[in-house]
């Protein structure tokens, strides 16, 4: 299903019942990030705010559940585009050996030359108001954090062309903005729109780029999928809204944009421009990224539809919008992915928590030994799947979204010494426990059945999982809280919750726990920072995520007699100059401010949104260590 305007579908997700209109006045400056935050971790629903202080309503949350992403799309089920996606592919690949084999082939290009984008002349929706003079000022862009360097777009479509091929090019990158003409351009640097600016720069040309918002919401997904260079990010949004987007000219440059967006923001980047300091950002790791220097974009004309509808989103402590954003990505990528990439792959799945590229979990149908470790090496040689940091490799049995059956089976499959594979390679610039800027290690779990095992003596009685709890409470101050319930339910993990004070500190705890075998036979043990609710699984496996370097952070140490395995020690601490002699600058957690908070909780019976929902950020502040975007111990 196509949309004409984001107000089409507005009015689609009003008449599902998914979306409520707020008429009272909230600040685009940190309350309606608080009030966003709130219903998206509730399960709420999009929300509309029609007084925000300038002269259009606001909407976010628009795709931030299962059934509003579908609708987004336009499918009843994630899995629809999924097989829509295959059988085009096999279409193509499979062999055509007569002549009517080949004529069969017909139809199905001609489905696809029906996607392809096409340039209209005259004027279009998105160019029927053009703002004179421009002003970004006059728009409803939020500052979403309290810490944040100030108001970003968060949802904006980025074009730009390729200078020596003409190629086209649709991103997302935040632009924090400076004034009524002026942002910031946050394009990373393994991004296709970065590549443009440095041929740019090399050729001393300045760099024409026009920023969307809104339109047929499938722009939005476009302009976040991982398409392999040089695929045009429009044919994607034409498959998925099986109809070809409508382009029109700008006004002062020569890209081309949607007709149907609700807001065009044309400029340009001056690649002989000093850089502009931009951030911090609370971004969608749950931390702060921080200050840094990126291109100026300079506007020289906005223009948008008389009906337009500022589109938003907000990132942080997950889950946020962007979490089902990477679901579709999912399912319309894993077949792209297994017939170009991995044949044997059967599953994919990226945990919320794993923002993404933190955590994989993948199935596949294994055939010989070592094939995992060859899948974990071609997926992060693929793509956007280089920034991935923890890889699971299981079985195509299990189900990859039952995260107690996976942790079992990890807990019976992995060897923590034959089983576990390091390698190194690029991160996001996002990751900030890397201890070199966008490069560092990845760690990769064979949790695949053995098809030649060793075999091992074992007393299942002499060998079962256990830790002397009192013991270690006793013995160890610097221990703050212990969860080891999971060794009851067979999985073989324990998680300490720990206060260190100097250097090699947890490395040292680790010796005299196996040498006074107040530990024996588990295969993984977590260490966290003290503040950390280790009740709080979800809390847990997103902090442990964003703070391990693997190859840093998880050691093994000489095992005791006896023993049948070592322990992987994993240290999902933060890092800290002095005591771990971490040289870079670490972030603090994204999290509201209490003055924002009780604003919005006095606010919220007018706002008509139901019973109060308490502000996720109340349970976050312990772990905040400082004031400001950086993390500084007391």
């Not at 300038?54 to 009843?76: E, H, Q, W, Y």
């Not at 740019?200 to 918002?213: A, C, I, N, S």
């Not at 945990?351 to 199935?363: K, R, S």
Request: glycine share 6%; charged share 25%; proline share 7%.
């Amino acid at each position: 299903m196509s949309y004409r305007s984001l107000t089409h579908f507005v009015q689609c997700l009003e008449s599902a019942g998914e979306l409520i209109r707020i008429r009272e006045f909230v600040s685009p400056r940190l309350e309606i990030t608080d009030v966003a935050d709130r219903m998206v971790k509730a399960g709420g629903k999009a929300l509309l705010f029609e007084n925000t202080g300038t002269g259009f309503p606001l909407l976010i949350n628009a795709m931030a559940s299962d059934k509003r992403i579908c609708m987004a799309l336009g499918v009843r089920d994630l899995h629809e585009i999924e097989e829509s996606m295959a059988g085009l592919l096999l279409e193509f690949q499979s062999p055509k050996t007569t002549f009517l084999e080949k004529l069969k082939v017909l139809p199905a290009l001609q489905t696809v030359a029906s996607w392809i984008p096409r340039t209209k002349s005259g004027r279009a929706a998105c160019q029927e108001v053009v703002m004179d003079p421009p002003d970004l000022r006059k728009l409803p862009v939020l500052t979403c954090w309290p810490f944040d360097g100030g108001p970003f777009i968060t949802l904006p479509g980025v074009h730009t062309r390729c200078p020596q091929t003409g190629t086209r090019n649709l991103g997302m990158y935040r632009m924090q903005v400076f004034d009524a003409n002026l942002t910031g351009m946050h394009w990373h640097l393994h991004k296709g729109s970065a590549k443009h600016y440095r041929q740019y720069k090399e050729l001393g040309l300045k760099m024409p780029v026009t920023v969307t918002l809104g339109g047929d919401p499938a722009y939005i997904y476009a302009a976040t999928a991982p398409l392999p260079e040089n695929l045009d990010e429009y044919l994607l949004a034409g498959f998925l809204r099986r109809k070809r987007v409508e382009l029109v000219r700008c006004l002062t440059n020569d890209l081309e944009v949607p007709a149907d967006a609700d807001f065009v923001i044309e400029g340009y980047v001056d690649p002989s421009e000093d850089l502009i300091l931009e951030g911090p950002f609370g971004d969608h790791t749950g931390f702060y990224s921080l200050a840094d220097y990126f291109p100026r974009f300079h506007v020289t004309c906005i223009t948008h539809r008389r009906d337009a509808i500022y589109p938003a989103t907000i990132v942080g402590v997950p889950p946020q919008e962007d979490a089902w954003i990477g679901k579709a990505t999912e399912r319309i990528f894993l077949f792209p992915i297994r017939m170009t990439v991995v044949p044997e792959l059967t599953d994919m799945h990226m945990p919320m928590e794993g923002v993404f590229h933190n955590i994989a979990l993948t199935a596949i149908h294994k055939q010989f030994p070592g094939q995992a470790p060859k899948v974990m090496n071609a997926l992060w040689g693929a793509g956007q799947m280089m920034f991935n940091k923890v890889m699971v490799v299981a079985d195509s049995n299990v189900d990859l979204h039952d995260y107690v059956t996976l942790a079992k089976v990890i807990s019976e499959k992995v060897d923590p010494l034959g089983d576990v594979h390091f390698s190194r390679g690029p991160v996001d610039i996002l990751d900030h426990s890397s201890p070199v800027y966008a490069y560092g290690s990845k760690i990769g779990l064979d949790a695949t059945s053995k098809l030649t095992p060793i075999q091992v003596a074992s007393d299942p009685v002499a060998d079962k999982p256990s830790i002397d709890k009192a013991a270690l409470k006793s013995e160890f101050f610097e221990i703050a809280g212990i969860r080891d319930d999971f060794l009851e339910a067979g999985i073989s993990l324990v998680i300490c919750s720990v206060r260190k004070s100097r250097k090699n500190h947890l490395r040292q705890i680790a010796e005299r726990m196996i040498q006074n075998n107040r530990i024996q036979h588990v295969k993984f043990v977590v260490l966290t920072d003290d503040q950390v609710d280790l009740t709080n699984l979800h809390q847990l496996t997103w902090l442990v995520a964003n703070n391990i370097d693997p190859l840093r952070d998880c050691f093994v140490l000489d095992r005791n007699p006896g023993e049948k395995f070592p322990t992987l020690w994993i240290d999902g601490t933060s890092k800290d100059p002095e005591l771990d002699g971490f040289s870079r600058e670490w972030p603090n957690i994204v999290a509201m401010d209490p003055q924002t908070i009780r604003s919005v909780d006095e606010k919220w019976n007018s706002l008509k949104l139901g019973p109060l929902i308490p502000s996720p950020s109340a349970m976050l502040q312990t772990l905040v260590n400082s004031p400001g975007a950086i993390s500084k111990r007391p």
